[in-house]
């Protein structure tokens, strides 16, 4: 059983509809029952079979939720990075072989065992931040066992190290590189054997699409939408990234549980997201890595009371960023998210993006999954880059670091 008691702590629980600042909390104990948040209160007794933890005044927030991460991969695009800064265009990279075909390509060439290896080193780093939730796509295979492999080692990440790890398929993540097939007879593999196979097996909680003129058209991403429907698996959308393609009204009809990027997200389709419940995840690695311009429509999604995440979008490519605190300063600074905009982003928004309702919050009947901070303000973890980590991270009511 996992029961603890932590006493004296202020806390930050970032409930939802709190007119107080980070949801602030008077009472200081909270009292965890089989991983449950049971009680909270204050001057609460410790029971015979409870672990105490002392937090002397510092500060409780939620376990953070990163809600959007390719984090299974393989081999290192470090010196594709190089060769950009040197002036190198992607299409040339992409001809000499690099590129998503360099990851795909050491992805397929890679065992279990080493994926296995490299995203936990990867996903630590995240953990070690106060991440207790992490969602994983697979889409570096794009062939059948690829695939598998990857949604596999995903789930081996979450035994290894005691924290939630939701698995999204993403087959519709680009054409395989080393075949003849068109499009939509790609699609085809995606809808019919994929899909229905992952589901059966229990592999993937979600099905994500690169809807994009670079990606999928809107009319092969409504037929991966329609198959993850029929095999009863909710579904997300890579959206709005390069060019309004209405990917995101596209997801909204299927009330995606997200729908993610949306730098080029008319104002004008604000409210479809609002009408849906679809959460916008703000991903602000990639619009720093790529140099991108064309900014989400906060102030849009604001108005309208559309729940923005914030993620990493941990990739090989467009966002080699092992830090979802670093991701929440640039949301506010890029995007003009307010500090407390942006911590809810990785707790309670980055949950629900997820489908999650369980978590993302400190209240009685939610996951325990808390962190313990000794910091001046729930402020600084935004304010200051690299300058705080957790001493205590109990996931699932476990004390897992």
């Known amino acids: 059983m996992n029961n603890l008691l ?124 106060g991440v207790t939730t992490l969602e994983i796509k697979s889409g570096y295979g794009l062939d059948e066992d690829t695939e598998l492999k990857m949604l596999t080692v995903a789930g081996a990440v979450a035994d290894k190290l005691d924290i939630s790890v939701i698995k999204t398929y993403l087959g519709a993540h680009a054409l395989p590189p080393d075949n003849d097939l068109r499009a939509d007879e790609y699609i085809d593999f995606v809808c019919q054997v994929m899909i229905p196979k992952v589901a059966k097996e229990k592999l993937a909680d979600a099905v994500d699409v690169f809807c994009e003129t670079v990606g999928f058209s809107l009319k092969q991403t409504r037929r991966v939408f329609e198959a993850a429907r029929d095999a009863g698996l909710p579904v997300k959308g ?34 479809t997201l609002a009408a849906a419940g679809t959460v916008a995840v703000l991903l602000p690695g990639a619009y720093y890595y790529l140099k991108e311009t064309q900014k989400p429509p906060v102030q849009a999604l604001r108005e309208a009371g559309v729940d923005m995440a914030v993620a990493t979008d941990m990739n090989p490519g467009t966002s080699p960023v092992a830090s979802l605190l670093t991701c929440a300063n640039m949301a506010s600074l890029f995007f003009g998210l307010t500090v407390e905009e942006a911590l809810r982003g990785i707790t309670i928004n980055g949950a629900r993006a997820l489908g999650l309702h369980d978590r993302g919050e400190i209240a009685t009947g939610k996951r325990a999954d808390l962190t313990l901070w000794d910091m001046p303000s729930p402020a600084s973890l935004i304010y200051e880059i690299n300058g705080y980590r957790p001493h205590t991270i109990i996931a699932g009511g476990k004390h897992v670091a």
């Not at 005044?57 to 953070?64: E, M, R």
């Not at 992409?94 to 995203?119: C, D, H, P, W, Y």
Request: hydrophobic share 35%; glycine share 8%; net charge negative.
């Open 238 to 271: 890579h959206v709005e990234q390069l060019s309004d393609s209405k990917g995101a009204v596209l997801a909204c009809e299927f009330q995606a549980l997200s729908v993610d990027h949306i730098e080029y997200l008319q104002e004008s389709d604000v409210a």
């Open 6 to 129: 932590i006493r004296n702590a202020r806390i930050a629980s970032m409930q939802s509809g709190s007119e107080k600042h980070f949801g602030l909390l008077e009472e200081t104990d909270i009292r965890v029952t089989d991983g449950i948040i049971q009680e909270i209160g204050s001057n609460l007794s410790a029971q015979p079979n409870e672990t105490v933890i002392e937090a002397n005044g510092d500060w409780c927030l939620p376990g953070f939720v990163d809600c959007h991460t390719h984090l299974v991969y393989g081999g290192d695009r470090s010196e594709e990075f190089a060769q950009r800064l040197d002036g190198v265009s992607y299409e040339e990279i992409s001809r000499r072989g690099g590129g998503i075909k360099s990851s795909v390509r050491a992805t397929r060439n890679s065992s279990a065992e080493k994926l296995i290896t490299q995203t936990l080193r990867r996903a630590r780093r995240l953990r070690e931040e």
